[in-house]
């Protein structure tokens, strides 16, 4: 089975641009949801898509936004990029719905804002 | 709100030994569920171990088993014959048994395995 992967691995952007991440679920997976990882922190929820809707957000502001796909992919888009956003972002597929179906977790991506 | 804490942010332990790594939470909820990441230097999270809240028993993985103690809110993951490739950073994390399938993660522990 294919495992979560996302695109791109490292990314550089000035501050106040825009930013668009990528994921592809895994084989099988419905949902998907995304984590920031600060420096030195545990991962941060930011919001989960269930079904192409918004199931769940976490306390960030509105500059950040998603996307699912009916293939079940996921875009993050982060507008006005500020440097606290420098980070690993991370995508995770479950498949809602199944009892007891774990997360898993892509490789990340590693935003720089300069 | 749900709360992680790991206190130790560093761990060793001699290669074979055994390490136990501690976290404890904190809610008002009766059922949930309780994990285990291992993230090393790929980035990946990998899922090491998970608890149910409504079982007694602890769960145990190979050579890896927790000891969860409800009443306390404790969650701690012991390791036996520690390997090199147990070498990593290791997260608590909280899921509630309701809603979405948010993760609340602890601050995490490295673990340098010594050889």
């Known amino acids: 089975e294919t495992g979560v992967t996302q695109s791109p691995t490292h990314l550089i952007k000035t501050r106040g641009q825009q930013v668009t991440l990528r994921c592809s679920s895994q084989s099988g997976h419905n949902t998907v949801s995304w984590y920031q990882q600060a420096l030195g922190q545990g991962p941060q929820f930011i919001f989960q898509?269930?079904?192409?809707?918004?199931?769940g957000r976490g306390n960030f502001p509105p500059r950040f936004s998603g996307l699912q796909f009916p293939n079940y992919s996921s875009e993050l888009n982060v507008n006005a990029l500020e440097l606290d956003d420098s980070a690993l972002y991370l995508c995770?597929?479950?498949?809602?719905?199944?009892?007891?179906?774990?997360?898993?977790f892509g490789n990340g991506t590693r935003l720089t804002v300069t | 709100a749900q709360t992680v804490t790991q206190s130790q942010p560093e761990m060793s332990v001699q290669e074979a030994e055994t390490v136990t790594l501690s976290c404890t939470y904190d809610t008002s909820e009766s059922d949930y569920y309780l994990f285990w990441y291992k993230q090393p230097p790929s980035r990946q999270m990998i899922l090491v171990i998970r608890q149910e809240a409504y079982k007694q028993q602890n769960a145990t993985e190979n050579r890896f088993s927790v000891n969860f103690q409800k009443a306390a809110k404790s969650f701690s993951l012991k390791i036996s014959d520690s390997q090199l490739g147990d070498a990593a950073m290791y997260f608590c994390a909280y899921r509630s048994a309701e809603g979405n399938e948010k993760l609340t993660f602890g601050t995490g522990t490295r673990l340098t395995i010594i050889p």
């Open positions: 995770a597929s479950s498949s809602q719905g199944t009892t007891n179906s774990p997360l898993h």
């Open positions: 898509y269930y079904r192409e809707e918004e199931n």
